[in-house]
């Protein structure tokens, strides 16, 4: 049986009378990086949220790993192996950040998969080593800066042990050096291996980043979105040549 | 012997270190030790009587704690578990004649059943119409009541209950001692790791959910897992009075828990449990000035709120003790050294 391991079909979402994706279909490899890139308003986040079953098309279709996604609560996605994080942070703020994590490391799949480890505190804990946050895991989540904040969403998304993960401006507020730690990151959590108690699949990844330069060193294939429609679908060194990129991101940088 | 030597001084270690280090541990200890001890100095059968009363509701609010205050489910309708707990209890004695540490359990049961029927209309709505919502569940209830007369006794409610027990005295024992256990066991599942997720849904349960935990399934958990409690406080009602009328389906009841709870503190189990254990016995201690009752208990309240918007306990504790910048222990107010990890507190 030959099915790819995501595959997005002809996928439509409006909100209201405005199309926010409009007949969106891509396919992606296990191994792959992409970069999802667009205009502000482009339907990059909507289109994750579909991905995850946060939000329901109104038509079309995602499957992963040969299984229908649309419809399916977001917990169950979540637990087949698809993480994903928040463009706006959304944690836990009155609870302490290691409890943040715990969270997801509570989640069927990281207990499962986690079997030999007793303890969900010392999991968690090492995602947070990962993220780089580790010296803060007790203070409280309201108490972090933007920077850290973003690191807190992606120690809760691979403390689920995915297979895809979906990155929505993981360097959004971050400054040049702390952009640099988090692409190193990335890409060796993408190279898997075992991070303390924390197991990474060498996740597929979908990363929605502004900051182009730095996106196009991780990623090997880039899919540009506007006003909800696939523009430009390629390496990164002809996605930035391609015209119809340009004028979208002249035409917004015009105003 | 010297065995028994070393648990000894080991238990007495134990009881330094981890009850005697912090004020508000010693002062739950003092708390359980009194209740017990009461009967010792005092058989006074009206001093009793609003003990076992106060200890029934002070289980019926911390179980609010644990939906409302934890999980974040606001329910103004808690009276609807406690009315199921003591109608079904009565039903079970009265008709089959169980006794009453059968009868209790499971007409707890049937409020774990009305938390599940209650539950799944719940989980779609949050805020002001969850509030609304359940509001409504124990009105419904009440209009059953009077509508099947000839199993519920309509108005009168059903009377004829066996007691609790033979001695108000006993009575007394069974219902602290129930509250001491069930207290504990409740603030051990909030300290659980369920008790994390029940944290994390009343923060963010798209969040929670994007982490992979089925909210669903937890939030029908909060409320089985209230209902059993507050429908336990409901059967011993119904024993003690030994009648079990629609009184206890009534508004006023539900917003009685809350302002017990929010009173004492929320989302702390034992915030509720103080709460009922100062506003019940002041009510009645209140009688001695019938006219202004009402008005002067709801000025105390509001006063209190006032300056403390935590509730009473948190705001008590914030004073007697002092958390650890570093290790976030909690420490005795009067220290200048954590006494984990030696930081400076302050
Ligand atoms: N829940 C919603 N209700 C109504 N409109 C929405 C909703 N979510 C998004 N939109 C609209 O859909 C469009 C696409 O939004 P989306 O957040 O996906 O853009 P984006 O590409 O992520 O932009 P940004 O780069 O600013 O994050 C926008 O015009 C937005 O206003
Ligand atoms: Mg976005």
Redesign the pocket.
């Known amino acids: 049986m030959a099915h790819g391991f995501l595959e997005v079909e002809r996928l439509q979402k409006s909100?209201?009378g405005?199309r926010?994706i409009n007949e969106v279909s891509f396919s992606m490899e296990r191994t792959e990086m992409l970069g999802l890139i667009?205009p502000?308003?482009?339907?990059?986040?909507?289109?994750l949220r579909l991905i995850t079953a946060v939000l329901r098309p109104d038509s079309g279709r995602v499957r992963f790993k040969g299984k229908n996604v649309v419809g399916r609560r977001t917990w169950d996605v979540v637990n087949q192996g698809i993480a994903c994080t928040f463009?706006n942070m959304r944690p836990f703020r009155r609870l302490p950040i290691i409890a943040n994590v715990m969270v997801s490391c509570l989640s069927p799949r990281a207990m499962k998969r986690g079997e030999w480890v007793k303890r969900v505190e010392a999991k968690a804990m090492d995602a947070l080593e990962f993220a780089g946050i580790s010296d803060m895991a007790l203070e409280k989540a309201s108490t972090l800066s933007q920077g850290d904040l973003k690191r807190l969403e992606v120690a809760r998304a691979i403390a689920t042990e995915p297979e895809l993960l979906l990155l929505d401006?993981p360097f959004g507020g971050l400054s040049p050096a702390e952009t640099d730690l988090m692409a190193q990151s990335i890409r060796r959590l993408h190279k898997g291996g075992r991070f303390g108690r924390l197991h990474s699949e060498g996740p597929a990844m979908i990363i929605?980043e502004?900051k182009l330069q730095q996106l196009m060193k991780i990623v090997d294939r880039i899919v540009v979105?506007d006003f909800g429609t696939v523009i430009a679908d390629g390496v990164p060194d002809e996605v930035v040549q391609n015209e119809d990129v340009i004028k979208a991101y002249l035409g917004e940088g015009g105003i | 012997m010297g065995l028994l030597g070393f648990y000894l001084r080991k238990a007495y270690t134990l009881f330094k270190n981890q009850i005697l280090v912090l004020p508000s541990r010693t002062a739950v200890l003092l708390f359980a030790l009194a209740l017990v001890c009461l009967p010792l100095f005092t058989r006074d059968p009206y001093l009793l009587r609003i003990l076992i009363f106060t200890a029934i509701f002070a289980i019926l609010a911390a179980s609010w704690d644990l939906l409302s205050g934890f999980t974040g489910q606001m329910n103004f309708g808690h009276a609807l578990f406690f009315g199921v707990g003591a109608y079904c209890t009565a039903l079970l004695n009265l008709r089959l004649d169980f006794p009453p540490w059968i009868s209790i359990p499971i007409g707890a049961l049937g409020a774990v059943l009305t938390g599940l029927i209650v539950g799944i209309p719940c989980l779609r709505l949050r805020g002001t119409y969850l509030a609304l919502t359940t509001l409504a569940f124990p009105i419904i209830l009440m209009g059953v009541v009077f509508a099947i007369p000839d199993i519920t006794g309509g108005e009168l409610g059903i009377s004829g209950i066996q007691r609790l027990s033979h001695s108000r005295v006993t009575d007394y024992y069974i219902t602290t001692g129930l509250l001491l256990i069930l207290g504990f066991v409740m603030w051990k599942i909030t300290d659980s790791k369920t008790g994390i997720l029940f944290h994390a849904i009343r923060e963010d349960e798209v969040a929670v959910r994007a982490s992979g935990i089925n909210t669903t399934r937890y939030k029908l958990y909060a409320f089985c897992l209230s209902g059993f409690f507050a429908g336990i406080a409901g059967g011993l009602y119904a024993h003690i009075m030994r009648t079990a009328g629609p009184s206890t389906l009534e508004v006023a009841l539900s917003f009685q828990i809350v302002i017990w709870a929010v009173f004492g503190g929320i989302v702390s189990i034992y915030g509720p449990v103080a709460g009922v254990f100062i506003l019940y016995p002041l009510l009645e201690f209140l009688r001695i000035l019938p006219k202004v009752r009402m008005l002067v208990f709801a000025f105390i309240v509001l006063l209190t709120l006032l300056y403390m918007p935590e509730g009473l306990i948190p705001w008590i504790r914030d004073h007697i003790e002092k958390e650890c910048p570093r290790c976030k222990i909690r420490n005795v107010a009067f220290r200048k050294e954590c006494r984990v990890c030696t930081a400076r507190l302050d």
């Open positions: 909100f209201g405005l926010a667009g502000n308003g482009a339907g990059k986040t909507t289109l463009q401006e929605v502004h979105l």
